[in-house]
């Protein structure tokens, strides 16, 4: 019982804070325009100072795991192997492959991993999660643009990549962090406090501006799609990858954050991703929709599960 209300705990208030927002779209408070602009303020400026903050604020020397870092690029890139030889044979349309590869494997982890791993296991564990997607969120957005690019019809260009990745806020926001905590250099306290005030508006924004994306009329003609994108990103994924992670001898902080990076969410980037590049972007709206409202319950079952077990 004690871990079942853990579990309610951590993941409760990330679903009433996207109930919030859906309810505040419903009154009418805002539109999309209103929306888009809240989305772009989160990716582009206070979600990169929460993960500066937290960059920057961590012991890297002390919190630094090879293993586990090591552990999370093989893995993520083991996934979209697998996705990219399986989903041509589930989906005949091109334009719904790369929408669905993106799906199953780029996962909302800057939004999820830190306030799950923060509840879970503190705030001074967060590190390992902030290295994780500094290391883990560059190659979510290079292998998006391989599998988007490679069915179009293109030849992915290492250069669209390498702008992609190096222009990303929350690659810029880490590389600081790294930067600053390494060279010693210390910000005034009046910047510092304003950075992290800033920072905490991030997580409670984004979950408002998700729950007012959510559209639930659309359903109709991507069942099966979502069904697959779905399934695949909340379920199989983790069930193939967890057990590993657990034989390697991850625990606590770095399982929870295992946990989080293949059981969240589709990355709400993925949409933008797939309007640019001739993607079906209404299927990778709705994708991002529905994993972010099953992810609620998924992720209490993964935090439940783990608990009884004694592994985190």
Do not use: H
């Not at 630094?64 to 890139?77: A, P, Q, R, T």
């Not at 199953?104 to 509840?119: A, D, E, H, K, T």
């Not at 640019?276 to 209490?300: C, P, R, Y």
């Amino acid at each position: 019982m004690e871990n079942l209300i853990l579990a309610f705990n951590v993941v409760m208030p990330l679903f009433l804070t996207i109930a919030i927002g859906y309810g505040l779209k419903v009154l009418k408070f805002y539109d999309k325009p209103a929306l888009d602009v809240m989305n772009k303020l989160c990716f582009k400026v206070f979600l990169p100072l929460m993960l500066f903050e937290n960059v920057y604020k961590t012991d890297l020397a002390g919190v630094f795991n090879g293993k586990i870092l090591v552990f999370s690029v093989i893995s993520v890139f083991v996934m979209f192997v697998i996705l990219m030889l399986l989903i041509p044979r589930v989906e005949k349309d091109n334009a719904r492959r790369g929408v669905l590869i993106q799906a199953m494997f780029r996962s909302n982890f800057v939004l999820f991993g830190l306030p799950v791993v923060i509840s879970l296991c503190g705030e001074e564990a967060s590190g390992v999660t902030a290295l994780m997607i500094a290391v883990v969120v560059p190659m979510y957005n290079a292998l998006s643009v391989v599998a988007l690019e490679t069915f179009r019809g293109g030849k992915p260009s290492l250069k669209k990549i390498g702008r992609g990745v190096i222009t990303n806020p929350l690659i810029i926001a880490s590389a600081l962090g790294i930067l600053l905590f390494f060279t010693g250099v210390k910000l005034p306290y009046a910047v510092d406090k304003t950075i992290a005030d800033l920072g905490k508006i991030a997580t409670p924004l984004a979950l408002v501006v998700l729950g007012g994306s959510f559209d639930f009329s659309k359903i109709r003609g991507y069942a099966r799609q979502l069904l697959i994108g779905v399934g695949g990103k909340l379920v199989i994924g983790p069930a193939l990858f967890l057990p590993i992670g657990v034989a390697l001898g991850f625990r606590d902080v770095e399982l929870t954050s295992l946990m989080i990076m293949f059981g969240a969410p589709t990355a709400v980037s993925s949409f933008t991703m797939a309007q640019q590049m001739d993607g079906d972007s209404e299927l990778a709206g709705q994708l991002v929709v529905f994993s972010s409202a099953f992810s609620i319950l998924t992720i209490f079952i993964w935090i439940f599960i783990l608990k009884q077990l004694n592994l985190m």
